[in-house]
């Protein structure tokens, strides 16, 4: 099991997180977030992966962040099409460089047919708690409609995960589900962008440490 924690902002912040060594840090390229990413990312372990978030990104700034950051993974969080995907690859080789992760939005219902053009295209899907916000609402949505997933794509759970969800967690990762890893944001907040170290030290060692021993 995977750890993603995502909306990074400050440096300081950022080397403590990676101390912790999750697999993924997210940094968000959307001027309307609060956790909107301008600044510098410190050099970090290989085994973490840098991932930009995007909504509704043009290709071009994509293409500037890669390469500005030096990316290893892309999130598309907004209404991107098998079109603007298959374009991305094609016209500019991303599928070499870094994992694309195709968000979508869950709240009671979901139809999982609407992922079948974007399995052969995306390294793994990302189901999200679909709020207000484009991510960070800090709520999660009701896990029993992934149930129903009808995929062998591996997935990112995110969502308003925090401590509170550790039992569910738990629970959760006996199914057949293949839940590749946990997205975790606003509920290890101590502000917008600013994360809580024991928090996050607590919920790796109660969920992800706890799985990888299974």
Partial sequence: MKLKVCGMKYLEN?????????????????????R?????IP????????TGVFVNATIDKILEKISTYNLQA?????DETVEFISELIANCGVEKQ?????????????????????ESLVDYFLFDTKGKERGGNGITF?????????????FFLSGGIGLEQVAEL?????????????????KFEIEAGLKSINKLKEFKAEVIKNKQSN
């Fill in 14 to 34: 950022i080397q403590q997180v990676a101390e912790l060594n999750p697999d993924y840090l997210g940094f968000i390229f959307y001027d309307k977030s609060k």
């Fill in 36 to 40: 909107n990413f301008e600044g510098v």
């Fill in 43 to 50: 050099q970090l372990p290989k085994t973490i992966k840098k």
């Fill in 74 to 78: 892309i999130q598309l969080h907004g």
């Fill in 98 to 118: 870094v994992e694309i992760i195709k968000v979508f939005g869950i709240k009671d219902q979901f139809n999982f047919e609407i992922l079948k053009p974007y």
């Fill in 142 to 154: 009701n896990w029993e409609v992934l149930q129903k997933y009808n995929s062998t794509k591996p």
């Fill in 170 to 186: 738990k629970e959760i990762q006996k199914s057949n589900l293949p839940i590749y890893a946990l997205d975790v944001n606003s």
